[in-house]
């Protein structure tokens, strides 16, 4: 959707830019002033040139504005990363203690052994 709202924008921009640049070729002269400076060059050169400074111009500007928010998110995002590994190692140390203890099972041997020296204690 984004896709074709950009084209229904672009392709009308850039068609009124070409019926701009064919339209006014003539001559115009920029001063720099206070320098001596001076650049001879068709109208839409100068126009669109200005129009595409600003445009990027613009973009910086905004790039430049929006860092304080792409750095706490990325700080954030940071933050979330230690916080999860941390859950997870919490969730492993609390599965292992509460495990059953384990209990030794006695041989059958070892089984009739406790009973005679526990019948032998009785008498």
Known sequence: MLRILFWILTIPILALA??????????????????????????????????????????????IGSLPGRLARRRLARHERV?????????????????PPIVPVAT????ARARRLIAAGDH
Do not use: C, Y
Not at 108 to 111: A, L, S, T
């Open 18 to 63: 070409g019926a701009f640049a064919a339209s006014n070729t003539g001559p115009v002269v920029l001063r720099l002033w206070p320098l001596p400076l001076e650049w001879e060059m068709p109208v839409f050169f100068a126009v669109l040139g200005a129009f595409i400074l600003g445009v990027g111009l613009t973009a910086l500007s905004f790039w």
């Open 83 to 99: 916080l999860e590994e941390e859950t997870t190692r919490l969730k492993h140390e609390l599965a292992v203690k509460n495990q």
């Open 108 to 111: 059958p041997d070892e089984d």
